[in-house]
T-cell receptor, first 112, second 111 residues
Framework: DTGVSQNPRHKITKRGQNVTFRCDPI?????LYWYRQTLGQGPEFLTY????????KSRLLSDRFSAERPKGSFSTLEIQRTEQGDSAMYLC??????????FGDGTRLSIL | AQRVTQPEKLLSVFKGAPVELKCNYS??????LFWYVQYSRQRLQLLLRHISRESIKGFTADLNKGETSFHLKKPFAQEEDSAMYYCALASRTSSNYQLIWGAGTKLIIKP
């Protein structure tokens, strides 16, 4: 197992476009988390799944953001009608229940 | 309010000197705290958690509930310790478990 995998590593898009990121967690982990990190800040929680159920969504997650984990394995995070303020590093982490979270390398989103 | 504060954005010390990275938290329940580290061009990784009471790479951290602190310490810094360090607090409810993060401290070890 190579750990948590995120694709793409970088995404550059024009304002107003839709983008989708993918996260493949460690295979035996039942929990999957999405975070956003901007320059000079720690990660900010966005949402998390236990198996295929989305259990919590942050107020940071506006209606333009949606996340899915359809089969309880990989997850996707979609941002519709991107805005300048969406530029950030999007981090995915996975864990087995309340055990420590393991992180991916992140997807860096740049909005032109 | 649940909050993690790392008051120092940057800490620079000489090799061989002691290091202390500060972390203070605000949490109404029983806290569970972590230190994560991010070396240059690498992903975030767990350094240690308070319930383990272990020393990793020479680092230790003691939870002080009276001072609501979880400072990270190492008696003799090494150049390979240069990295970003994040303190994180586990926030639990009956249906939710998430980490609340500090802004991070960049540690630079000078030769």
């Amino acid at each position: 197992d190579t750990g948590v995998s995120q694709n793409p590593r970088h995404k550059i898009t024009k304002r107003g476009q839709n983008v989708t990121f993918r996260c493949d967690p460690i295979s035996e982990h039942n929990r999957l988390y999405w975070y956003r990190q901007t320059l000079g800040q720690g990660p900010e929680f966005l949402t998390y799944f236990q198996n295929e159920a989305q259990l919590e969504k942050s107020r940071l997650l506006s209606d333009r953001f949606s996340a899915e984990r359809p089969k309880g394995s990989f997850s996707t995070l979609e941002i519709q009608r991107t805005e300048q303020g969406d530029s950030a590093m999007y981090l995915c982490a996975s864990s087995f229940s309340n055990q420590p979270q393991h992180f991916g390398d992140g997807t860096r989103l740049s909005i032109l | 309010a649940q909050r993690v504060t790392q008051p120092e954005k940057l800490l620079s010390v000489f090799k061989g000197a002691p290091v202390e990275l500060k972390c203070n938290y605000s949490y109404s329940g029983s806290p569970e705290l972590f230190w994560y580290v991010q070396y240059s061009r690498q992903r975030l990784q767990l350094l240690l958690r308070h319930i383990s009471r272990e020393s990793i790479k020479g680092f230790t951290a003691d939870l002080n509930k009276g001072e609501t602190s979880f400072h990270l310490k190492k008696p003799f810094a090494q150049e390979e310790d240069s990295a970003m360090y994040y303190c994180a607090l586990a926030s639990r409810t009956s249906s939710n478990y998430q980490l609340i993060w500090g802004a991070g401290t960049k540690l630079i070890i000078k030769p």
